[in-house]
């Protein structure tokens, strides 16, 4: 197991220059969000997550507008949306990762947002052909739908830097994995301890 960690690790500190041009050049509009929500939401009642209600999954919906529903809410400050694939299909999230997500979501990314301000997601939910197109790790935990047990998300925040952004995650997550790059760090909660630098952090 700590091998096959290490390597992973390695892997992944490899994706940087990928991620960096998601954020660039890949975003949902609204109305891919709201179609990737509403596949998330009819998968979810056809097949169920751990006995849970699709109301028990979520925060409380807010009114939807003349522009349509309002997102799925994973708490005060995270939308499903922000999770889904930003390959040209608008891959969402898979509904039997969500539980994992919510974790993720409750216990790291909204402890961070209060200590550094609003938080972007810059990759969540990868499709196998998206994680190559970035370079990402063969198991990385951005394959929700290989690692729905465990997952991932790249983010930054309004305030500090990479390297305190790491601290923390590291803090948060004493089992799971955080990876530090220059402008970004990684977040997720595997099973074991995971932690690396991309290319060219000291």
């Known amino acids: 197991m700590g091998a096959q960690v290490g390597e992973q690790s390695e892997n992944d500190a490899d994706e940087e ?3 960096e041009q998601i954020e660039a050049t890949d975003s949902l509009s609204q109305e891919d969000a709201q179609r990737a929500d509403a596949q998330v939401r009819a998968e979810l009642a056809t097949r169920g997550v751990e006995g849970e209600g699709i109301e028990d ?15 799925l809410r994973l708490s005060a400050h995270f939308v499903l949306s ?3 694939c930003k390959d040209a299909q608008r891959t969402p999230v898979p509904a039997v990762a969500i539980p994992a997500l ?3 979501v409750r216990d790291v990314l909204e402890p961070m947002r209060g200590k550094f ?3 972007t997601v810059h990759s969540g939910f990868r499709t196998d052909a998206k994680n190559a197109e970035v370079e ?3 198991q990385s935990q951005h394959l929700y739908h290989r690692t729905p047990a465990d997952v991932a998300a790249d983010i930054t925040f309004a305030s500090g830097s990479p390297s305190d ?8 997550l004493p089992q799971g994995g955080v990876g530090r790059y220059k402008t970004f760090v990684h977040v997720d909660n595997r099973q074991g301890q995971a ?6 952090v000291s």
């Open 17 to 19: 220059e990928g991620v």
């Open 57 to 71: 999954l979520f925060e409380p919906e807010e009114a939807g507008t003349k522009a349509g529903p309002a997102p």
């Open 82 to 84: 922000e999770f889904h």
């Open 102 to 104: 919510l974790r993720l």
């Open 117 to 119: 301000g609003t938080c």
């Open 136 to 138: 990402g790790a063969d």
């Open 165 to 172: 952004w790491a601290a923390e995650g590291e803090r948060l």
């Open 195 to 200: 932690r690396w630098k991309g290319t060219g």
